[in-house]
């Protein structure tokens, strides 16, 4: 079977909606959440140093829902509950059909918007963009539920695509990451993390502390910890081009990486994200034929035959 006969067959099968896609895109959810609850709102939204409030407020960011919303403490409370309501919806994976374009919004709203990024914003903004594709032909009530039958073939052929320059964003963002790191003599010899996590200004936990301080001093593990963040970042980028299974082994390369940079670094909202990605990626996109579903006409059944309807 030749390169292109596989591929028309997998296109005619193409379905992302499994366990991997729906655990991503509840976790993007939550750890969007996460900035909007952990965080003050003056820290988020406020007025910087380089910018007064009506300056944030132009251009595009006069699009973005705390903009949007108008001025003042009420405003920027609806606008926040509008946000959290939205996100709770995405993490419960409620509606994906209805809540994916405004999923987007909130997320762009945010980018855009936050004056405290920390990196994770730009990521998820392409991700939610993303994963509209997957989730305008997806009819059922939650992300959760085994698909009844598969996709329309407009819908396989665009969520298909949109799960390719997924894999691709993947790819880029890693390769990036991990040559940026090669061009600093810190990273080269290996003593960046030595450097970095042994300041001592820096707020790593004293639990943590305690762990890597007695490894890092030792020249060896120190740099083999150093190039292996290195590596690890080349390894997800490597796997996120291979098959399923591969796949799947980036994914646990990611969630190790990014578990380090927590505890390491707090960035929580940050690996949570990049994680999601990374998971959403490693779905095969492949499902099996769904097995008939007897009739069950419980008021349950019959509501959610409506919705999937519409």
Not at 63 to 77: D, E, F, Q, R
Not at 102 to 122: E, K, L, V
Not at 168 to 188: D, E, F, G, T
């Amino acid at each position: 079977m030749s390169a292109l006969t596989r591929w028309s067959s997998q296109l005619e099968s193409f379905d992302a909606r499994g366990r991997l896609f729906a655990a991503g895109r509840s976790l993007l959810g939550a750890a969007q959440l996460s900035i909007l609850l952990a965080n003050p709102e003056r820290l988020l939204f406020g007025a910087t140093p380089w910018a007064s409030g009506g300056s944030l407020c132009r251009g595009v960011n006069s699009l973005t829902l705390w903009c949007a919303a108008g001025s003042g403490n009420a405003a920027s409370s609806i606008a926040e509950l509008v946000a959290c309501t939205v996100l709770v919806g995405v993490i419960c994976g409620l509606w994906p059909r209805w809540l994916c374009v405004p999923h987007w919004y909130i997320t762009f709203s945010m980018s855009a918007r936050i004056t405290a990024s920390n990196g994770g914003d730009a990521v998820a903004e392409i991700l939610a963009m993303l994963l509209i594709p997957y989730c305008l032909g997806d009819r059922r009530v939650w992300h959760w539920q085994r698909p009844v039958s598969g996709l329309e073939p407009v819908w396989r052929g665009i969520s298909c695509a949109a799960h390719l320059v997924l894999r691709c964003q993947v790819v880029i963002i890693y390769v990036n990451a991990a040559i940026s790191k090669l061009s600093y003599p810190a990273w080269r010899d290996g003593t960046a993390l030595r450097t970095v996590l042994m300041a001592p200004g820096w707020n790593v936990p004293p639990g943590v502390r305690g762990l890597i301080e007695p490894l890092l001093s030792i020249s060896w593990a120190g740099t083999a910890m150093t190039w292996g963040a290195v590596a690890t970042e080349f390894g997800i980028a490597a796997a996120t081009l291979g098959s399923p299974r591969i796949r799947r082994g980036g994914l646990g390369l990611a969630v190790c990486l990014h578990a380090a940079i927590i505890l390491t670094l707090g960035l929580f909202s940050f690996g949570l994200i990049m994680i999601a990605l990374v998971m959403i990626a490693a779905e095969s996109g492949q499902r099996s034929a769904a097995p008939h579903v007897p009739a069950d006409h419980g008021l349950g059944r019959q509501i959610s035959s409506a919705w999937e309807r519409i």
